[in-house]
């Protein structure tokens, strides 16, 4: 499915730069190259990130960037 229908980014994608150490929308947008668009993206991104199993330095993280 696409986070980004705009540049065409999916969940995969999104996953790999997550998997690779991208802990808010911000590092993970500019990791897979998107710049700002509609910005429908960010919210997708932002759940994705909280699905992520809970590791305490990354729940801090994405706290802080939500």
């Known amino acids: 499915m696409y986070v980004c229908v705009c540049h065409a980014v999916t969940e995969d994608v999104v996953r790999e730069h997550m998997a690779a150490g991208a802990c ?5 947008r500019a990791a ?4 700002p668009g509609c910005g429908s993206c960010v919210n ?3 759940a994705m990130l909280k699905e992520r199993p809970a590791e305490p330095e990354l729940e801090e993280a994405v ?3 939500a």
């Open 24 to 28: 808010s929308a911000k590092e993970v």
């Open 32 to 35: 897979c190259g998107v710049r």
């Open 44 to 46: 997708r991104i932002c």
């Open 63 to 65: 706290e802080a960037a």
